[in-house]
C-alpha cells in the first residue's frame, strides 16, 4: 500500500486535473449556430457512411420503460461514480494500473479539450427529432450547480464512453479469471448503448472518444513496458 504521502499527492493530481480539464472545458465552449452547424456535418458523414442509426435506437428505446431507465442509469452512474471507484481499486491493487489510466485520462482529455475548442458540436438532444431522456438534476448528479459550468456543446468527442472503457480495461487486467475480466467490460457496452438512446452523443462522438482514450491507455502500457525491459522513451 503507497504511504499516506504518495496518496495526498495523486489526490492533488486528481483535483488539479479536474479543475483543468473543467475549467478549460467551459472556457471553449461554442455558440449555437457553429455548434448546430458542425452537428449537422457530424450527421452528414454518418448518413454517407451508413452509421447514422441515433434516431432509430431511441425511437427503439422510448418505446420500453425499462430500456429507457436503464440507458439513463448507465449514462448517469457508470461514468463519474465508476470512474473514481475504479481508480482507487486500482491504487489500492495495482499501482501499475493506476498510473496507466491516470495518464490516459489526462492526455486524451488534453486532446479532447482542443476538439471542443476546435470543433463544438450540439448533442443530439438539442436537434430536431430528439429527445434528451437524462434530467438536468441527473446529469449534475444532483448537485445544484449552475448549467453556466458546464460546456454544452462538448459532444465531440464522447469521453463517456472513451473514459468508462478504458477504466473497464484497466479494471479487468487486475483480474485473472477471464469470466470476470468479461463481466467488468459490461458497463462500458451499456455506456456505450446509452450515450446514443439518451441523446447525448452521436455515433462518431463515440468512435472518437474510444478511439483517444484507447491509443492513449496502449502508448501508456507500452511506455511501462519498455521502461521494464531497461528501454527509455523521449520525452
Given at each position: 500500500?503507497?504511504?499516506?504521502?504518495?496518496?495526498?499527492?495523486?489526490?492533488?493530481?486528481?483535483?488539479?486535473?479536474?479543475?483543468?480539464?473543467?475549467?478549460?472545458?467551459?472556457?471553449?465552449?461554442?455558440?449555437?449556430?457553429?455548434?448546430?452547424?458542425?452537428a449537422?456535418?457530424?450527421?452528414?458523414?454518418?448518413?454517407?457512411?451508413?452509421?447514422?442509426v441515433?434516431?432509430?435506437?431511441?425511437?427503439?428505446?422510448?418505446a420500453?420503460?425499462?430500456?429507457?431507465?436503464?440507458?439513463?442509469?448507465?449514462?448517469?452512474?457508470?461514468?463519474?461514480?465508476?470512474?473514481?471507484?475504479?481508480?482507487?481499486?486500482?491504487?489500492?491493487?495495482?499501482?501499475?494500473?493506476?498510473?496507466?489510466?491516470?495518464?490516459?485520462?489526462?492526455?486524451?482529455?488534453?486532446?479532447?479539450?482542443?476538439?471542443?475548442?476546435?470543433?463544438?458540436?450540439?448533442?443530439?438532444?438539442?436537434?430536431?427529432?430528439?429527445?434528451?431522456?437524462?434530467?438536468?438534476?441527473?446529469?449534475?448528479?444532483?448537485?445544484?450547480?449552475?448549467?453556466?459550468?458546464?460546456?454544452?456543446?462538448?459532444?465531440?468527442?464522447?469521453?463517456?464512453?472513451?473514459?468508462?472503457?478504458?477504466?473497464?480495461?484497466?479494471?479487468?487486467?487486475?483480474?485473472?479469471?477471464?469470466?470476470?475480466?468479461?463481466?467488468?467490460?459490461?458497463?462500458?457496452?451499456?455506456?456505450?448503448?446509452?450515450?446514443?438512446?439518451?441523446?447525448?452523443?452521436?455515433v462518431?462522438?463515440?468512435?472518437?472518444?474510444?478511439?483517444?482514450?484507447?491509443?492513449?491507455?496502449?502508448?501508456?502500457?507500452?511506455?511501462?513496458?519498455?521502461?521494464?525491459?531497461?528501454l527509455?522513451?523521449?520525452?
Amino acid at each position: 500500500m503507497p504511504s499516506p504521502g504518495v496518496a495526498i499527492r495523486e489526490i492533488l493530481i486528481a483535483l488539479t486535473g479536474a479543475v483543468v480539464y473543467f475549467g478549460v472545458r467551459v472556457l471553449v465552449e461554442g455558440g449555437p449556430v457553429e455548434s448546430t452547424r458542425n452537428a449537422e456535418r457530424i450527421l452528414d458523414l454518418e448518413r454517407a457512411l451508413g452509421i447514422d442509426v441515433e434516431r432509430e435506437a431511441q425511437d427503439f428505446v422510448l418505446a420500453n420503460d425499462l430500456l429507457r431507465a436503464l440507458g439513463n442509469l448507465s449514462y448517469v452512474w457508470l461514468h463519474w461514480p465508476l470512474l473514481i471507484t475504479v481508480m482507487i481499486w486500482l491504487y489500492r491493487r495495482s499501482r501499475i494500473r493506476f498510473v496507466q489510466l491516470r495518464n490516459s485520462l489526462l492526455a486524451s482529455g488534453s486532446a479532447g479539450l482542443v476538439l471542443f475548442w476546435v470543433f463544438p458540436a450540439a448533442p443530439p438532444r438539442f436537434m430536431p427529432g430528439y429527445e434528451g431522456t437524462v434530467s438536468d438534476a441527473a446529469r449534475r448528479h444532483y448537485l445544484d450547480y449552475p448549467l453556466s459550468w458546464t460546456n454544452q456543446y462538448a459532444s465531440f468527442p464522447s469521453f463517456h464512453i472513451g473514459w468508462t472503457l478504458i477504466a473497464c480495461l484497466a479494471l479487468a487486467a487486475t483480474f485473472g479469471s477471464p469470466r470476470r475480466q468479461t463481466f467488468v467490460l459490461i458497463p462500458a457496452v451499456l455506456v456505450g448503448l446509452a450515450v446514443v438512446t439518451t441523446a447525448n452523443h452521436y455515433v462518431l462522438d463515440t468512435v472518437v472518444g474510444a478511439g483517444l482514450a484507447l491509443l492513449a491507455y496502449a502508448y501508456f502500457g507500452r511506455r511501462h513496458e519498455l521502461s521494464t525491459i531497461g528501454l527509455r522513451t523521449p520525452g
